[in-house]
């Protein structure tokens, strides 16, 4: 397809370590509720990354992928699974469909689970302790830390903005040592796994107030230990995944992590603490960093209702790293190109529009209009919070994607995808 002249920027190659992608937009990682409750690919997964995938989009990260039982079942969140041979098939298939539509895939890994951020005796918990890098006391969302959008689509239609299990949450107890190494070990496993599938790299999760990220915040590590306290101890356990992931993996497949830019609470880490961890974790090994903003307790942060409100945090992040950066929630083409030569970004991350409209690059390059995303969060957002599979007040065909027919391979993908990258 001839792309638009004036979007050169935004559809030129990138490079993310030795891997080229084709143009500068990525699918940002979201729940979806449409995988199987305990974890499968299925029939619905599949054509949900096969519509954007065909869209146009260069980089597809998948929903965040559990890497360990432990806390795959303290969450509320059914996600993908990957840390059993029976897991394999369905990653291996999502891989193979997503190259059929010509686009790259990143699996997004978790193993330090929901942390704080979740409700004891919810979803898969059944009544099992929440486990957080510290003993905390439960978090509250202020009235003005919501979404505007959000907060207003809830209040038409006579909902609660916080359906169980998302409501206000629980005092967890700490992870023991043992368990946060092997958390380490199940999220190297998880990356194994993930090139023995076909993906063609990972990003750990480490955003938003959940447990990774609560490592890094003096706000929740009250630790003693070699895990917290100091700069060099608090990012302790980022820097021991991407070492013990490296060591699995190889130098060539892509590594790294997702980080809030900052947290926006009282105590909680700035932006210039993020990007002395992104500057660090470049040296650990980090191939590119992809930036998300706030927490729960700063939710408005987190789904902001306006584009380009990253930027400004980006660009001081990227001015610590010479790895890529990916920014998200910036919809409109105009502002990603400009952000993008003007170094504030290298690439630009969708998650609410491409539900929206899962064509919006090919619309792009090609100079016409796309469905724009009107941030309600009613479709997506609120029914991810209930528990409930996606879908969109402007895309009726979002989640559904499995009963079209230009979602479905026509024919069998290219036998080079049949093989695993690493011997098993």
């Given at each position: 397809m001839e792309k638009v002249k004036k979007y050169e920027a935004l559809?030129?190659?990138?490079?993310?370590?030795?891997?080229?992608?084709?143009?500068?937009?990525?699918?940002?990682?979201?729940?979806?509720?449409?995988?199987?409750?305990?974890?499968?690919?299925?029939?619905?997964?599949?054509?949900?990354?096969?519509?954007?995938?065909?869209?146009?989009?260069?980089?597809?990260?998948t929903m965040p992928i559990g890497c360990s039982p432990f806390t795959a079942e303290r969450t509320p969140f059914f996600n993908l699974c990957l840390w059993d041979s029976a897991h394999k098939p369905g990653i291996a298939e999502l891989a193979e469909t997503i190259?059929?539509?010509?686009?790259?895939?990143?699996?997004?890994?978790?193993?330090?689970?929901?942390?704080?951020?979740?409700?004891?005796?919810?979803?898969?918990?059944?009544?099992?302790?929440?486990?957080?890098?510290?003993?905390?006391?439960?978090?509250h969302i202020a009235d003005?830390?919501?979404?505007?959008?959000?907060?207003?689509?809830?209040?038409?239609?006579?909902?609660?903005?916080?359906?169980?299990?998302?409501?206000?949450?629980?005092?967890?107890?700490?992870?023991?040592?043992?368990?946060?190494?092997?958390?380490?070990?199940?999220?190297?496993r998880g990356a194994m796994l993930s090139k023995i599938c076909g993906l063609d790299g990972v990003e750990m999760h480490f955003p938003h107030g959940y447990g990774g990220y609560s490592f890094l915040s003096p706000r929740t590590n009250f630790r003693n230990d070699l895990y917290g306290g100091s700069f060099s101890n608090r990012t302790r356990v980022l820097r021991n995944c991407l070492k013990k992931i490296r060591a699995l993996v190889g130098p060539d497949f892509p590594v790294a992590f997702r980080i809030s830019a900052a947290e926006h609470m009282p105590g909680g880490l700035t932006v210039e603490d993020t990007a002395e961890i992104c500057k660090s974790a470049e040296e650990w090994g980090a191939d590119f960093i992809h930036l998300s903003d706030g927490c729960y307790e700063a939710f408005k942060y987190f789904l902001p209702d306006t584009d380009g409100t990253i930027l400004d945090e980006a660009k001081i992040i990227k001015g610590a790293v010479t790895i890529p950066i990916i920014t998200p929630s910036v919809h409109d083409p105009d502002m990603a190109e400009k952000a993008i030569i003007e170094g504030k970004t290298d690439m630009v991350s969708l998650g609410r529009q491409l539900i929206a409209?899962?064509?919006?690059?090919?619309?792009?390059?090609?100079?016409?209009?796309?469905?724009k995303c009107i941030r309600c969060n009613i479709g997506c957002i609120r029914r991810i919070l209930r528990q409930l599979p996606i879908r969109c007040e402007l895309n009726p065909a979002a989640g559904y994607e499995r009963f079209l027919p230009e979602y479905r391979l026509s024919s069998p993908p290219d036998k080079q995808s049949w093989y695993p990258t690493i011997e098993p």
């Open positions: 559809f030129e190659p990138i490079k993310i370590n030795k891997l080229e992608i084709k143009n500068r937009i990525v699918m940002a990682p979201m729940c979806t509720f449409l995988n199987t409750h305990d974890g499968y690919v299925n029939d619905a997964t599949l054509a949900y990354f096969a519509a954007r995938a065909k869209g146009g989009t260069g980089l597809i990260m190259h059929y539509f010509d686009a790259k895939v990143f699996g997004q890994l978790t193993a330090f689970g929901a942390g704080r951020q979740s409700k004891g005796g919810v979803g898969r918990m059944k009544g099992l302790e929440m486990v957080a890098p510290s003993e905390t006391e439960p978090y003005g830390m919501v979404p505007e959008k959000m907060k207003k689509q809830c209040e038409k239609r006579g909902w609660p903005i916080w359906p169980v299990p998302f409501e206000n949450g629980g005092r967890p107890r700490a992870f023991t040592v043992d368990e946060i190494e092997m958390l380490e070990d199940d999220m190297a409209d899962p064509d919006w690059a090919n619309k792009v390059a090609s100079g016409k209009g796309f469905v």
